[in-house]
């Protein structure tokens, strides 16, 4: 089982309508999670991050945590054609390591 | 004003060859890391120093040696290049005194290609 496993295949969202992606961890022991947008040919930035159990908003972005279930999800509320990219789901596990699911492409159709 | 700097951008070689990749940050954080991320996108940590010290090293060939004259610097050289080594490798930086892994800075990427 991989560290931390995202959905496959692009997503297409209509403009202005939710994105929703999904990220599940396998070790128990993990601490910190993290969401990573990379544009095209672009560096990975840090859009969200959450420590506890429960939602985070952020803008239009909101994180979701449930360790219980060992699930992390980001919601992207009025999705824009800027939103188009790479979302990369991180989790700092309890060896301290930060491990990458393979990420959820987004497309937001104009 | 760049915060994490690598060169060079793109890296053309023939396998075989030596090269290395040079990152710089002006962050003034403790820790550095080398990323590769493959032709899926799949984003996988090689090597990560703290204050010049190797703190972790993943299951990376020999061919591939880190080296840290500071902290605000971590070089990546790569020998006898292959095929498979073909990727995006990334820099990366981080404020984590208390070793603790948190938000990490990427540099723009080097894309490495191996004919």
């Known amino acids: 089982q991989k560290e931390v496993e995202q959905n496959s295949g692009p997503l297409s969202v209509p403009e202005g309508a939710i994105a929703s992606l999904n990220c599940t961890y396998s070790?128990?022991?993990?601490?910190?999670f993290f969401w990573y947008r990379q544009y095209s040919g672009k560096s990975p930035e840090l859009i969200m991050f959450?420590?506890?159990?429960g939602d985070k908003e952020d803008g239009r972005f909101t994180a979701q945590l449930n360790k219980a279930s060992q699930y992390v999800s980001l919601l992207i509320r009025d999705s824009q054609p800027s939103d188009s990219a790479t979302y990369l789901c991180?989790?700092?596990?309890?060896?301290?390591?930060?491990?990458f699911g393979k990420g959820n492409q987004v497309v937001v159709i104009p | 004003d760049t915060a994490v700097s690598q060169t060079p951008k793109y890296l053309v070689t023939q396998m075989g060859n030596d090269k290395s990749i040079k990152c710089e940050q002006n962050?003034?954080?403790?820790?550095m890391y080398w990323y590769k991320q493959d032709s899926k996108k799949f984003l996988k940590i090689m090597f990560s120093?703290?204050?010049?010290?190797?703190?972790i090293n993943e299951t990376v060939p020999n061919r591939f040696s880190p080296k840290s004259p500071d902290k605000a610097h971590l070089n990546l050289h790569i020998n006898s290049l292959e095929l498979g080594d073909s990727a995006v490798y990334f820099c990366?930086?981080?404020?984590?005194?208390?070793?603790?892994?948190?938000?990490?800075?990427f540099g723009s990427g080097t894309q490495l290609s191996v004919l």
């Open positions: 990366a930086s981080s404020p984590d005194r208390t070793g603790v892994v948190e938000k990490l800075f």
């Open positions: 070790d128990r022991g993990s601490q910190s």
């Open positions: 959450i420590y506890s159990n």
């Open positions: 991180a989790v700092r596990g309890g060896n301290n390591r930060l491990a």
């Open positions: 962050l003034g954080h403790d820790t």
């Open positions: 120093y703290n204050n010049k010290e190797l703190i």
